[in-house]
């Protein structure tokens, strides 16, 4: 019984990096389908949500089953826990991708970004994969290093996201309030996407430390 | 033991319902904040925050304490894990709320919300009490009636953000960029607490039913 328990946390972990890979090759797309107004790009980062709202689901039947059958207690207990909330925090990520590809879909066969702003976009989209690959590895490794690492990493989004603003702030900022409205929410969606990752790291570094950084992900 | 595990989760479920209420609480006061550019308000609400996280925090350690102690199965395990969702679901919302206050405090002196957007706030704001106040009587009763009306309830939410939307979109909005951008991130707030509210109910529906509605929310 008990080797099979670990087998099962080991393969547990093992579908969370795979769902993370997933995640960030949606996240990848999205921004392709953002940047090129290419809707069946979009269509395709939509239709797959819907899988990996399934791996969370299955996730946590089996988390919730191991708890059910065994009585783990202490690092056992705080491993399936955490198991559940990282993959609550990749599912969202998720869904934030898809929020991007909506919004070029939505208006295709326009661009949602104007030239402009098209560099700041590229950059959090390399950084969003960048984070949500990190985020990936220390699921796998539990390196408490690499999940410091990636709070620094994570400032890069939120420059990227301050400096969003000031685009739009400036007084020449020509493509009025319809696109500022999406460069918001859109910038919102990779703001949101880089602390959920900061999130799974967190997680991590509580489950190896016993170290809480915050309770939650919470910035505004 | 099964007895004062029995009153264990009855208690867990009492806070639940206390946590609703501060967060509803915490809500009305951010809304004003919002509507009167009341810094104090606004401040008040900020650190209030703390103590959600906190009811949180110390939700979760009861729930996983109970699934460490007893063995539950079935109906009890459900339980136990729709806590530790439902306390997430609040959590959420407590921040939601404490970025209205962030929004409200960063513009002070000024109004975030110009005069012809107030009366969309006012009804947002309105709209959000309700909800929660209705997720906590659905927490407290598992009233699965109720539980689904919320989910239309909700529609009131999601038209007053689509009205704010023309607004932002009609000919003579005349406020500039800035404060569109505030608007379309506090819309956004609004409608998430929304969002979350609607997800308490249906965890609750999950729960007496088995029914699952969607795996979690994810509204654009």
Redesign the interface.
Known sequence: MRESYVEELEDIRSCLVEMANTVGSQMSTATTALLDADVALADLVIAG?EQI??T??SIDQRC?TL??RQ???ATD?RSI?TATRIA?DL??MG?LA??IA?VARMRFPDHAVPQEVRPAFLEAGHVAEMLVAKAGTVIATRNVEAARELETDDDAMDRLHRGL?RQ??SDD?PYG??T??DI??LG?YYERFGDHAVGVARRVVYLVTGERH???V?Q?
Chains 1, 2 share one sequence.
């Open positions: 949500d709202d399934a969370r689901e919730f708890l059910a009585q783990p207690v207990l826990v609550s599912e969202r869904d898809e929020h909506k603003f739009l702030l900022w309030v319809e500022a409205i918001t929410l919102r915050v309770p939650e919470s505004p």
